[in-house]
């Protein structure tokens, strides 16, 4: 076991509470590219820069759209003032050598325009005469006004980022005035809690020189434990989020473990996968497209006999009832009676006993399984004793079973809680974490019987059958990632948005699950053979529909007279082709005829009509 495991993490205790503002903030951002020659020598390098700005606003509209980014240019000659500019930004003035391009806002679709125009440009909107480029911008300067734009945004912001795309290694010599004003700026960042992140354009970029000692000082880290940022991975960190739904780490609930009537620990609940939501729809009106305010009122109605007229009155939430029919009788009851009925346990974990791990099995996997780890903040001294009951269930290979009740008014689950070690991935970062991995496990009444499975005959199989299987799954064999696989109806959705919004002909989208179906058939390709030979077809035929009409009965007759049921000779096979009558033959027959003769990838070949071109090509060479 690591020794950092259920370390003390008074960090995030501050980033779980409920009422906490980190989780009512927003993030802000701010884009600083540099514009000197040699960004534009290679006009490639400054337009990878606005690409990745532009992918990072698109993340922003569709996985947090509340945070604020901004764009400013430095190192140029002008500062004209941005296009947007209005009262609410009248007092930041970009300094010396900096403009502002964007303001430091929430994204929209003005923005992305704006930035994809730039980027479509060839002249880059006219960039040499509007901004220019020089070499005499001061990093202090840029902070300074990065530091401003922060404090005037209008929000309490949870955090706040300074990415710098730059190709210039040493922009300021050593020790000269310039140098020193960044330094001291720098630690200035620290004390604010504003991060930098260097961007390197170039492969050869050389931290060293210049901005090891300046990322140090804004970490306040020891620059024996720098690790420089690589141009090719800077940019697959920035790009690699788009489209990708981005959650808050925040735990779902502070509990207490009662371990008895007298002990009792604190824990955060976390979630280790969650299902994306997809936007809100909102109702418009078809005339003005003004959004639709929709309320439910209870009314009830009754017939008054002395009136003779029917009457109705609006119930408040105390005078509704709800009501089940039972045994012919309906029982109604009072919110306060259904609020009592479903909170049978407080929140909290209640600890049953303990169990075998083996025990918890995937067959009786319910939901997706979430994670504890100890918190001080509410009761001192959980994280020893949750450490040490870790250590004593991970030594016995012990499960402890538990009630889980998250909230007021929930019913509560059952539960094992599995121990797991911490384990890496190959690029040495962590996997899993150390800790107790909640399983939740049916109740006796959730489990369903199958009796018709028992009695399932089985087909007796050979140990040759199984052993040429086992080639089949050892070939096309490859590690599972989740990183791997992106939400294929969350892709298409927002690029679909994305096209309607930007006047897009086309939608870019790649399906990640979709098999690699051409790798896949050469891999198996020596194996299809030896899979006839070993396998024949089914001798047991399937059931036979009982339940047609007698006017069904013709139609399904004369659809099953289109199968070719004997077996056809490869000269009748070919006749059948030449005379126009391949209707009748299978998919599976032509691809056999195919297969016979010797014709390669006829797995690419899934339609009926271009078995029957490839069979005529075939007979007419």
């Known amino acids: 076991m690591s020794e950092n495991a259920f370390r003390d993490n008074q960090s995030d205790d501050s980033e779980d509470e409920f009422d906490d503002s980190a989780f009512t903030g927003r993030s802000g951002l701010i884009l ?4 000197d020659d040699k960004m534009f020598n290679d006009s490639e390098k400054f337009r990878e820069a606005l690409d990745i700005v532009e992918s990072i606003m698109r993340n922003k509209v569709t996985a947090r759209e509340k945070d604020l980014v901004a764009l400013v240019f430095y190192n140029t000659m002008q500062n004209p003032a941005p296009d947007d500019d ?7 003035i970009a300094p010396r050598h900096s403009a ?18 730039m980027l479509k440009s060839d002249d880059f909107l006219d960039f040499d005469n509007k901004y220019g480029h020089s070499k005499e911008a001061s990093l202090a300067n840029v902070f300074w006004m990065c530091s401003r734009m922060f404090s005037h945004c209008g929000y309490k912001l949870e955090q706040s980022t300074i990415f710098l795309f730059t190709m210039n290694d040493h922009p300021h010599t050593n020790n000269s005035l310039e140098h020193q004003q960044t330094l001291t700026k720098a630690r200035d960042l620290l004390q604010k809690d504003i991060s930098v992140v260097l961007v390197p354009m170039v492969e050869s970029f050389d931290c060293g020189k210049f901005y090891k000692e300046l990322l140090c000082s804004v970490q306040g880290a020891d620059e024996n434990d720098f690790i420089p940022p690589v141009y090719q991975q800077s940019k697959e960190q920035l790009l690699q989020r788009i489209l990708t ?6 735990s779902l609930a502070h509990l207490k473990w009662y371990l008895s009537e007298d002990v009792a620990l604190s824990v955060n609940v976390y979630s280790l996968s969650r299902t994306p939501r997809f936007p809100k729809k909102v109702k418009l009106l078809r005339s003005t497209n003004e959004v639709i305010i929709s309320k439910r009122v209870h009314v009830a109605s009754g017939y008054c006999e002395e009136r003779e007229e029917e009457t109705s009155k609006t119930l408040l939430p105390g005078e509704q009832r709800k009501s089940i029919r039972i045994g012919g ?23 049953l006993g303990f169990k075998p791990v083996s025990t918890v099995i995937i067959t009786n996997h319910v939901r997706c399984s979430m994670f504890l780890y100890p ?8 994280t020893l004793l949750l450490r040490a009951l870790y250590e004593k269930c991970l030594e016995k ?19 094992a809680l599995v121990p797991q070690e911490q384990a890496f991935d190959e690029n040495g970062l962590p996997r899993r974490y150390s800790g107790f991995r909640v399983e939740f496990v049916p109740f006796a009444d959730d489990i369903r019987n199958t009796p018709y499975l028992d009695k399932a005959k089985c087909p007796t199989i050979t140990d040759s059958q199984i052993d040429v299987f086992k080639k089949v799954i050892k070939k096309i064999r490859f590690k599972y990632n989740p990183v791997y696989f992106e939400n294929p109806a969350s892709q298409s959705l927002y690029s679909n948005i994305e096209s309607l919004v930007f006047d897009m002909e086309k939608a870019e989208f790649f399906d990640s699950t979709h098999p690699d179906y051409e790798t896949i058939d050469s891999k198996l390709d020596p194996f299809v053979d030896e899979i006839k030979n070993l396998f024949s077809e089914d001798p047991t035929s399937a059931p036979k529909r009982s339940r047609l009409a007698d006017n069904e009965e013709s139609a399904s007759k004369a659809k099953a007279s289109r199968v070719d049921r004997t077996p056809l000779s490869d000269a009748e096979l070919v006749e059948m082709v030449s005379q126009g009558k391949a209707s009748s033959l299978t998919v599976a027959t032509l691809k056999e005829f195919l297969q016979k003769q010797g014709v390669g990838e006829v797995s690419k070949l899934r339609t009926k009509a271009m078995l029957i071109a490839k069979i005529t090509e075939l007979q007419a060479s």
Do not use: W
């Open 100 to 117: 502002i391009f964007l303001h430091l806002t929430t994204v929209s679709i003005e923005m992305i325009r704006k930035v994809r125009s």
């Open 375 to 382: 918190n001080e903040t509410h009761i001192t001294g959980s």
């Open 32 to 35: 600083a590219i540099d514009c």
């Open 245 to 250: 739904k981005d959650f808050k780490k925040r």
């Open 397 to 415: 290979g012990q499960a402890a079973y538990c009630t889980l009740t998250m909230r007021r008014k929930q019913s509560p689950k059952l539960v």
């Open 329 to 351: 009788e309906m029982v109604s009851f009072k919110p306060d009676e259904l609020i009592m009925m479903k909170q049978i346990l407080t929140p909290g974990i209640r600890l």
């Open 86 to 92: 209005i009262d609410q930004h009248s007092g930041i």
